[in-house]
């Protein structure tokens, strides 16, 4: 663990870290109202932070347990964090190359595949940068969160309202400036546009999670019709 | 909610997870389905930001969160450093939020 945050602080440049640095901050504060909310709901603490630990999703998490606050049940807040969660398949498959190799570095760094760790990870472009990349974020922000959810679940409601402080703004602000620079080819770049758009407009008629995965049909912009061979 | 549950939904995530990182290890994928597996991480994730940008489930997420996010937008594209983009999209849907913009 040591090295490996060594060898990330070698390849990263400081500018680098202090990004993932702010995300931890900014996730930490939502990791503790997850904390706080669940216990006011009514759960005993050691479930969000088993939930935390084990699943390690923002999105899911909270969707799990707002299903079962709002009465629910347990299996409707499994599913919509499932379905949430389906996304990590393929983000799986784009950092894979990142996470090293050997199983170990595979079983334990797959744990730490999220969107922001994907987002810093897309953003680099050299094989080495983008594993440290990739384990710098992945690794703090599982301690940043974590910890954060203890100390939420504990304390209680020292963080009411994350969107008071307009948190629920710099998530996707956070993904908005890791992918921009990244959309510099063409195809990519008009695959996103309207994914995005696709993404949006399902978005009332599906359940949350399945409008970003539909976006994926826009991949077809990205693949260019082969040449025809000469008859 | 009890500790299956819980199982179920770990065990169902690192599932999502592992798969890529387990099989890429085995094969060697061609050059075209590697780049397109990168244009994919990154569709996913401008989805994402859109999604989470505008919508609140299945309706729209009010004024102050989309504004916020458009004056990351627009930062962005101006090159500004990623801490600035970060807190001035909160900060701006906060104040939104301070002046009773929904």
Redesign the interface.
């Known amino acids: 663990m040591r090295s490996l945050w060594r060898t990330a602080v070698d390849l990263l440049d400081t500018?680098t870290l202090?990004?993932i640095g702010?995300?931890c901050v900014?996730d930490a504060l939502v990791g503790a109202s997850f904390g706080a909310i669940a216990v006011s709901g009514g759960?005993p603490p050691w479930?969000p932070v088993?939930?935390s630990v084990?699943?390690?999703?923002g999105g899911?998490q909270f969707a799990?347990?707002g299903a079962?606050l709002a009465g629910g049940g347990?299996?409707a807040?499994?599913l919509a964090?499932?379905v949430l969660?389906?996304?990590?398949?393929?983000?799986?498959?784009?950092?894979?190359?990142a996470?090293g190799?050997g199983?170990w570095r595979?079983?334990v760094?797959?744990?730490l595949?999220t969107?922001e760790s994907?987002?810093f990870t897309?953003r680099q472009r050299d094989p080495h940068r983008r594993r440290a990349a990739f384990w710098a974020c992945g690794a703090s922000l599982f301690v940043c969160w974590n910890l954060a959810v203890v100390a939420g679940a504990l304390l209680g409601g020292l963080v009411h309202d994350t969107?008071?402080?307009?948190?629920?703004?710099?998530?996707?602000?956070?993904?908005?400036?890791?992918?921009?620079?990244?959309?510099r080819h063409g195809?990519?770049r008009s695959?996103?546009?309207l994914?995005?758009?696709?993404?949006?407009v399902a978005?009332?008629?599906l359940p949350?999670g399945v409008?970003?995965?539909v976006?994926?049909g826009?991949?077809v912009l990205?693949?260019r019709p082969r040449e025809k061979a000469p008859a | 909610?009890?500790?299956g549950?819980?199982?179920?939904?770990?065990v169902?995530?690192?599932g999502?997870?592992?798969?890529?990182?387990?099989?890429?290890?085995r094969l060697r994928l061609p050059d075209r389905l590697d780049?397109?597996?990168?244009?994919?991480?990154?569709?996913?994730?401008?989805?994402?930001?859109?999604?989470?940008?505008?919508?609140d489930?299945?309706?729209l997420a009010g004024v102050?969160?989309p504004a916020?996010?458009l004056v990351?937008?627009a930062l962005?594209?101006r090159r500004a450093?990623?801490?600035v983009?970060?807190v001035?999209?909160?900060?701006?849907?906060?104040?939104l939020?301070l002046l009773g913009v929904p």
Request: net charge positive; charged share 10%.
């Open positions: 500018r202090r990004d702010l995300v900014a759960l479930l088993v939930l084990a699943v390690f999703a899911a799990a347990v079962v347990a299996a807040g499994v964090g499932l969660n389906a996304r990590l398949l393929p983000f799986g498959f784009a950092v894979a190359d996470l190799s199983p595979r079983l760094g797959a744990h595949v969107d994907v987002a897309v969107d008071a402080f307009g948190l629920d703004a710099a998530f996707p602000a956070v993904l908005l400036a890791l992918v921009v620079p990244t959309l195809d990519a695959a996103a546009v994914g995005a758009v696709v993404a949006v978005s009332p008629w949350p409008p970003v995965l976006a994926l826009a991949l990205t693949l | 909610m009890s500790v549950a819980v199982l179920v939904l770990a169902g995530t690192y999502f997870r592992v798969v890529g990182p387990l099989l890429r290890g780049r397109l597996l990168g244009d994919a991480a990154v569709v996913l994730l401008v989805a994402l930001v859109a999604t989470s940008a505008l919508t489930g299945p309706h102050a969160r916020g996010v990351a937008l962005v594209l450093p990623f801490p983009v970060v001035a999209a909160a900060a701006s849907t906060a104040l939020r």
